[in-house]
Structures are given as C-alpha cells and as structure tokens.
C-alpha cells in the first residue's frame, strides 16, 4: 500500500497548478444575449463581458511572463502555441458571436459546450500553465498556500478531483445533468444558472483531460487513462444519439427562434446531436488511440 502523500510535499510539487492555471484562463463564462439572432446580425453580436475578458488578459499574461522567467532549455514553443490556441478557443466560445447565438440556435450552443469540454482544455494543459503560473508568481507563494491550514483541505480535494475515476466521473455527470430538459432551459433563461454550467463543464474537463494526460505519462497507468478516454468516447456518443434521435423537441423554450435560420426546433436539435456525436466524440476517442498506441510502442521498444 502506497502510502498518501503529506501536505509539505504537495506544496513543493506543481501538480495542480496546471488545473488552476487552466481554469484562471477560462472564467465566469457569461450568458447568452436576451434576444434572438438572426443572420444578418451575427457579426454585431460579441460578448465584450469583463468577467470574461480580464481571466483571459491576467492568464495569457502570467503566462508569457512565467515563460519568460524558465530557462530557456524548458520553454517549449510547440507548448505556447497550444496554450495560445486554447485562448484563442475560449475567445471564440465566450466572446463571439458563438455565445449569443447559443440563445437562438441549440446546435450552436452545442458548438460552443464543443469548445469548452473537448478543445479549449486539452490544448491550455498542454501547453503546461502550472511551471509558467508558479514561475511567474513570487517564490514560495505555491507552497505557502498549499501548506496553509484554510487552504489544506481544498488542496486534498482537489488533489482527489485529480484523480482518474473521479475526474471521469464528474465529466460524465455534467456532461448528463445539464443537457435534462429542466436545466438546460434553466441555463438558457437564467443568466447565473447558464454561468454555472459553463464553469461545471470547463471545470470537469479541464480535470479530466489533466487525469488523462497525467496517465499518459506512466505506463502503469496508460490503459486505465485510455479506458477512461473510450468510456467518456461512448458515453457522450450516446447523449448526442438521444438528441439526434429524439421524435420530438426536448428543449421548446428555443420556440422559434431557430426559424430565423431556416430550421426547425427538431432539425436544429438534430444536428445539435450530430455535433456532440461528431466532432466531440472524436476528441475522446483519439485520446484513449494516442494512449493505447503509447502502450504498445513502449511494449515494442521493451521487445
């Protein structure tokens, strides 16, 4: 039996400032406009919401001047350009017209959950924000907060949350839970309750794929990353079938705003499905490939 490791030595260990760093980046995510958007207004319908915009500004800057701070040996080009991508993703899903459209068209708002759970947060941890976050606050801040007794407990739950059946899990719930009928219209009405699902799906996919990238590192652990990768692959693959297949409109509260769009409340909805069953479904499934070919490369190299 392993034994767990002490409060001392998780402050002078960055594992979890890379799912910190990553979440700084994204923030509160704002609600959709009040009002239906038709296609001649698309490009007049930005979110300029500064709760949006100032977490993304304050991390690409803590980022660039923790980079700046690592030797140059570590400061990996390919890794700025993933964690800029990963900005550069999170802008177009809080910040244009992407957001807005969500309110009128269900098969955007999937598009933009798409870029929140399955884009943005593989490319902002691989680009590896923890050692740039911790080299570009003051020295010992990391540790002294981890070693504080407020702080201890949450870093013990988040080092839980780290996890990879818990990670997966919670994935799994959000990912579920808000797409039943009442939460869903309760997000798309209310602006805090939309704020809220925002952040629980970041949230748990930015600690699911840090789960899954963490098991990609240790060959021990590979196949439990991959088989969570495949099982997050199937699940989300049955959500997006239910919508596409459903007989009938689950969410009415869009009325006939995807009319505008020459489309009707079950076709807008169909294609929602076709989206999370397509181009989401493939981001998971690649995950659990690249694992599984990791696996049997190491195995080939041993031979």
């Not at 760093?21 to 995510?29: E, K």
């Not at 020295?139 to 996890?163: C, K, N």
């Not at 009938?248 to 509260?253: G, N, S």
Request: charge should be positive.
């Amino acid at each position: 039996m392993t034994r767990a490791p002490s409060i001392r030595g998780i402050a002078r260990t960055p594992r979890l400032a890379p799912v910190v760093a990553a979440a700084l980046a994204a923030g509160p995510a704002s609600a959709h406009a009040d009002h239906a958007i038709a296609p001649d207004h698309v490009w007049t319908a930005w979110t300029f919401d500064p709760l949006v915009l100032i977490p993304l500004l304050l991390a690409l800057w803590l980022y660039i001047r923790g980079r700046r701070c690592l030797p140059a040996a570590r400061r990996r080009a390919a890794e700025a350009w993933s964690f800029l991508a990963g900005i550069i993703v999170l802008v177009l899903a809080l910040v244009s017209p992407i957001d807005a459209l969500g309110e009128t068209l269900l098969s955007f708002h999937m598009v933009q959950h798409m870029l929140l759970v399955a884009v943005a947060p593989p490319l902002l941890l691989l680009g590896r924000p923890g050692t740039a976050f911790i080299a570009a606050l003051p020295g010992g801040t990391i540790p002294g907060l981890a070693s504080h007794p407020v702080s201890r407990p949450l870093v013990r739950g988040l080092i839980f949350l780290t996890g990879l059946v818990p990670a997966t899990l919670l994935h799994a719930v959000a990912l579920w839970l808000w797409h039943v009928p009442l939460l869903f219209e309760a997000a798309l009405l209310d602006e805090w309750v939309h704020t809220l699902e925002h952040f629980s799906f970041f949230a748990t996919a930015l600690l699911f794929w840090f789960a899954v990238l963490a098991a990609g590192r240790v060959q021990r652990t590979a196949p439990s990353g991959a088989l969570a990768a495949f099982v997050t692959f199937l699940h989300s693959g049955m959500l997006g079938g239910i919508l596409s297949l459903a007989p009938a409109p689950l969410y009415p509260a869009y009325g006939d705003r995807p009319a505008l769009w020459g489309l009707g409340l079950l076709a807008d909805q169909q294609l929602a499905g076709a989206i999370m069953w397509v181009p989401i479904g493939p981001a998971y499934l690649a995950a659990a490939l690249w694992l599984l070919f990791k696996i049997l490369n190491t195995r080939d190299a041993r031979v």
